[in-house]
């Protein structure tokens, strides 16, 4: 089955800086590769997702890459703030003909932003 | 208002005593899941359903059950609760090959 790895574990950047946290898979029948943010005490929420036609895809400050021949994707947020704290996961399915094969999530980076 | 509704929020319980923690969506979503979250751990599939009356096992299948009688329902069941099942519990909507939507999640204690 599918396995999805996520690094760093946690990640402390000044206010400011760029952030980036990366992801592999296992299985190449993936086609669909969300992220969510999950604030403290909170419930995870999309922010971002791309699927396999597409190698990047931006939304303002955040950006995803995608490289299926090494199967790696990786979220990249710019100009971070405080309020980009938070537990970033990614995650990994099949999406054919709009049914959904199971969503697997990585475990999760605990992003700091120092004011 | 697209919701999945979670209850309860908090239960503290003893070792074997059978508890059942509900969700339900109003969004007509056929996917819904259920995760356990640990740290260091992220997200772990406990069991998913595709549609009402179909449900399998995810990557931490053991000491729960699962029902989908109707599409927006899909209770978790725990038999005979154990302590190393004390975590946070999300249940999730998904929208056909799009948005996973969570519940406000079920945190578990069980002594």
């Known amino acids: 089955g599918e396995n999805v790895e996520q690094h760093p574990s946690t990640l402390s950047v000044q206010e400011g800086d760029s952030a980036v946290i990366k992801c592999t898979y296992s299985?190449?029948?993936?086609?669909?590769f969300p992220w969510y943010k999950q604030e403290l005490g909170k419930r995870p929420q999309l922010i971002i997702d791309?699927?396999?036609?597409?190698g990047e895809k931006k939304d303002q400050r955040i950006a995803v890459t995608l490289n299926k021949t090494a199967k790696h994707f990786s979220l990249h947020i710019t100009e971070t703030q405080p309020e980009d704290s938070a537990v970033y996961f990614c995650?990994?399915?099949?999406?054919?003909?709009?049914?959904?094969?199971?969503?697997?999530f990585g475990t999760g980076t605990l992003l700091a932003v120092q004011p | 208002e697209a919701q999945v509704t979670q209850n309860p929020r908090y239960l503290i319980t003893v070792t074997g005593k059978k508890l059942t923690v509900t969700c339900s969506q109003n969004?007509?979503?056929?996917?819904m899941s259920w995760y356990r979250q640990d740290p260091g751990l992220g997200l772990r599939q406990i069991y998913y359903?595709?549609?009402?009356?179909?449900?399998d096992k995810g990557d931490v299948p053991e000491g729960y059950k699962v029902s989908r009688k109707e599409k927006r329902n899909f209770p978790l069941i725990l038999e005979s609760p154990s302590p190393n099942q004390t975590s946070l519990y999300f249940c999730?909507?998904?929208?056909?090959?799009?948005?996973?939507?969570f519940g406000q999640g079920t945190r578990l204690t069980v002594v």
């Open positions: 969004m007509n979503h056929e996917y």
């Open positions: 999730a909507s998904i929208r056909a090959g799009v948005e996973a939507f």
């Open positions: 791309i699927r396999s036609n597409v």
């Open positions: 359903s595709m549609n009402v009356e179909v449900t």
């Open positions: 299985d190449s029948a993936s086609n669909y």
């Open positions: 995650a990994a399915s099949q999406n054919y003909g709009g049914a959904t094969n199971k969503l697997i």
